[in-house]
């Protein structure tokens, strides 16, 4: 077993502080909205001195931030999970992401805090205006996936797919128009469009 440096020691002290305070952040957002979230309060309740707390974030923008991307990292995992979950079957594959990621955006409490406009506009721009990250990382992982199950496919069709598809995804999730199964059939036939695979049909 390697011998941990005092730098390890202390980023795995501050990976601590940090998920204990972003718990406590989402539950006070969750109970009272991210407006009543206080750094001083949260260090507070967890049993830290502010200096500490503000060591990790900084700000409470920052501790906003993070919040979100953690939210979003867990998401994305999911995404993956789905991508995973049937091989050889691309059609599958596609339309269990898509569910999955229709469904947990409706279902996840705080980020329909945060598109409801529970939050504040600082935090609903991380998941519209200023959301080319979770764009990146999502497109990303979905090219990743095609190259992969889709060899027959030209890496150029799959590049000009993943952007839009994962862009219309997104969209349906902060701005629903339609029930989620309807949008995931939608979903699929535009994927299965862009990359030449059969219309399964609604």
């Known amino acids: 077993m390697p011998v941990k440096t005092v730098a390890d020691v202390r980023d795995r002290a501050r990976a601590g502080v940090r ?28 049993g830290l001195s502010r200096q500490s707390v503000h ?10 931030s993070d919040l979100v991307h953690r939210e979003i990292d867990q998401l994305l995992t999911g995404i993956g999970a789905a991508l995973d979950a049937h091989p050889g079957d691309p059609l599958a594959c596609i339309r269990e992401a898509a ?9 996840n409490p705080l980020l329909q805090i945060i598109i409801s406009g529970g939050g504040d506009e600082d935090l609903l721009a991380l998941l519209t205006s200023r959301g080319d990250w979770i764009l990146r990382q999502a ?14 496919v030209e890496p150029a069709r799959i590049e ?13 999730g902060v701005t629903p128009t339609q029930p989620i199964p309807d949008a995931v059939d939608s ?8 990359i030449g695979l059969p219309d399964p049909g609604p």
């Not at 979903?187 to 862009?194: D, P």
């Open 19 to 46: 998920d204990v305070v972003l718990d406590a952040a989402r539950e006070v957002t969750l109970d009272q909205g991210w407006r009543a979230v206080r750094i001083g309060a949260l260090a507070t309740q967890v």
């Open 55 to 64: 060591l990790v974030f900084g700000t409470k923008a920052q501790l906003g």
């Open 99 to 107: 569910t999955v990621t229709l469904t947990s955006m409706a279902e």
């Open 139 to 152: 497109t990303e992982l979905l090219h990743t996936w095609a190259a992969r199950e889709l060899p027959d």
């Open 160 to 172: 000009s797919m993943a952007e839009p598809v994962v862009r219309l995804c997104l969209s349906h």
């Open 187 to 194: 979903l699929v036939r535009i994927s299965c469009l862009l």
